[in-house]
């Protein structure tokens, strides 16, 4: 069965420093989603992609933040500048339509910021 | 915007029972009710889902029932296994965003 993946699995980095997180989402997949999870807590959404344009994003989602399908098949979440309320999971998700469709989600990036 | 609100935040179970877990949203609109299965560590993994056009879906020991005109759905899991033990999100959607609202989730514990 497809599946999202995500890379890297771990990312530690210093406070303030850029990261980048990387996502293959299904290859028939058109709609694509970053959750992130604090430990303990809830899944929340931070951003929806569909057709090369962000379709909706949270106000987790700042100017920070930013997303890039920049070929065919991987779909990326930037962090400007890191702050260390960002550790948390982070989880990219796809779709094959967006309305009441199921969201398949990846194994997810574990962000750790020092 | 919509609120999913999730009961309990912990179940603890023996192996065999029935447990069930309740949640209820707010938005009237919300259509699409999705659960979740996050197992430590892991990936959350849908297991079922039902739309509003349905009152109730069965999936082997898995089952889901929505009470539209309560605004509530419900998880229920029969014959319980310690591999059911793990952390369920209950999540609601619709009305003109298809972005899942998650309630806070119950973790099941199934003792052997």
């Known amino acids: 069965e497809p599946e999202v993946t995500q890379t890297p699995s771990h990312q530690v980095t210093q406070m303030g420093q850029e990261v980048i997180l990387r996502c293959v989402p299904i290859?028939?997949?058109?709609?694509f989603y970053w959750y992130r999870q604090i430990l303990g807590q809830k899944v929340e959404f931070l951003v929806s992609?569909?057709?090369?344009?962000?379709?909706?994003k949270s106000e987790i989602f700042d100017d920070q933040f930013s997303v890039e399908r920049p070929d065919g098949s991987n779909f990326t979440l930037k962090i400007r500048s890191t702050k260390l309320e960002d550790s948390a999971m982070y989880f990219c998700?796809?779709?094959?339509?967006?309305?009441?469709?199921?969201?398949?989600f990846g194994d997810g990036t574990r962000l750790s910021i020092l | 915007g919509e609120n999913v609100e999730q009961h309990p935040s912990t179940l603890s179970v023996q192996e065999g029972d029935s447990a069930v877990i309740k949640c209820t949203y707010s938005?009237?609109?919300?259509?699409?009710f999705p659960w979740y299965k996050q197992e430590l560590g892991k990936r959350p993994q849908l297991i079922i889902d039902i739309r509003s056009n349905v009152g109730e879906k069965k999936d082997q020991r898995i089952a889901v029932t929505l009470n539209k005109t309560a605004k509530h759905f419900s998880l229920h899991i029969t014959e319980t296994q310690p591999e059911d033990s793990a952390v369920y999100f209950c999540a609601a959607s619709g009305g003109g965003s298809y972005i899942p609202t998650f309630g806070r989730g119950t973790s099941l514990i199934v003792h052997p």
């Open positions: 938005d009237s609109a919300s259509n699409y």
């Open positions: 290859s028939n997949h058109l709609y």
């Open positions: 998700a796809s779709s094959q339509q967006g309305d009441n469709q199921p969201q398949h």
């Open positions: 992609f569909y057709n090369n344009e962000i379709s909706e």
